[in-house]
């Protein structure tokens, strides 16, 4: 049983002279006040806050995509350390925790797309989404196909055939790539049952990948990295939301950060929208503040 709970949004506080006084642009968040010396055993105004505790329908009603989109939105879901590595040994999986992977599943289930780089999909072994009985009622709830699409984007078409990305699906993956790939792997992959989407004469082209998606009607756009995916959205200002795990460790070495490639002329501004924490991680959810 993973236990979740909810720091921000936090029900109406009752409203007291302290927090009419509470200039409006800074929010609490929360503090010890909220849950009382008791529930630490502290009383040192220390520690945070319990919050209450989320259940599955908060936790899709927090999690959903807004209603209705009119154009592809784009939810990425990382995990990192405190000290920002987004891999531990090469991969991300010693970073995760009941919850973050709970919010990983929840991503998937509520999107109509998964979307993730060549590196991802090699390095942390992609096949299909499962099309679990739970995850399909869940969908058919939403009003969504038993399971999302996964759509992976490589430059060099460098995902072999045989992968399980290709062979082990209920549903055809799509392969976003440049014209530049070359043909015979683009053959290759359409003949074992991928979608070959051509973008981009030498590069992919995000912006014109986001079209043919929208085109296909996969709106809802759960962006799983990696890093070098995620920084050419960036670049291009095509992230909507960052879901964000912030796992309780100090990972060190030479890992990468969530984000890698081109300068933005500017970052972008994001609004904190929830924050939930389990077990020491911090779920943290941003959208991007157009
Ligand atoms: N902690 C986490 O949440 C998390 C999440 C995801 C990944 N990771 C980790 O990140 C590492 C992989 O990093 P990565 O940066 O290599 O991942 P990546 O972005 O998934 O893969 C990079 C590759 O994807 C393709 N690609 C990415 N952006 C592209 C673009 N704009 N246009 C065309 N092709 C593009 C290229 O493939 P081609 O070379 O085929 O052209 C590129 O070499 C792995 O160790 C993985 O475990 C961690």
Avoid at 58 to 71: G, S, T, V
Avoid at 117 to 142: D, F, H, I, P, S
Avoid at 222 to 234: K, W
């Amino acid at each position: 049983m993973v236990n979740v709970h909810r720091l921000w949004p936090l029900p109406p506080e009752p409203s007291s002279d302290e927090s009419e006084n509470t200039p409006k642009e800074v929010t609490r968040i929360g503090s010890a006040d909220d849950v009382g010396d008791q529930a630490h055993g502290h009383g040192t105004g220390l520690t945070g806050p319990t919050g209450p505790a989320v259940d599955d329908a908060e936790l899709e009603r927090l999690y959903a995509y807004p209603e209705p989109l009119e154009r592809p939105w784009v939810q990425a879901h990382f995990v990192a350390s405190a000290d920002g590595a987004v891999t531990v040994h090469g991969r991300s999986a010693g970073l995760s925790s009941p919850a973050d992977k709970k919010v990983f599943r929840l991503g998937r289930d509520l999107a109509d797309v998964v979307l993730v780089g060549a590196g991802t999909a090699l390095v942390e072994g992609y096949r299909g989404v499962k099309a679990t009985e739970v995850r399909a009622t869940r969908r058919a709830r939403l009003g969504l196909s038993p399971v999302p699409r996964i759509a992976v984007v490589t430059d060099r078409c460098s995902i072999p055939p045989d992968s399980p990305l290709i062979t082990d699906t209920s549903v055809p993956p799509l392969v976003i790539t440049p014209a530049a790939a070359p043909a015979d792997l683009r053959d290759a992959l359409t003949e074992a049952g991928a979608e070959v989407v051509v973008v981009g004469e030498h590069r992919v082209d995000l912006r014109a990948a986001m079209s043919e998606l929208d085109r296909r009607g996969l709106r809802r756009v759960c962006c799983e990295g990696g890093p070098t995916l995620f920084g050419g959205l960036i670049a291009q200002d095509l992230v909507d939301e960052l879901c964000l795990t912030v796992s309780p460790l100090l990972a060190g070495g030479d890992a990468a950060r969530v984000a890698f490639g081109p300068l933005p002329h500017d970052p972008f501004r994001l609004r904190l929208v929830s924050v939930l924490h389990s077990d020491s991680s911090l779920m943290l959810r941003y959208q991007r503040d157009r």
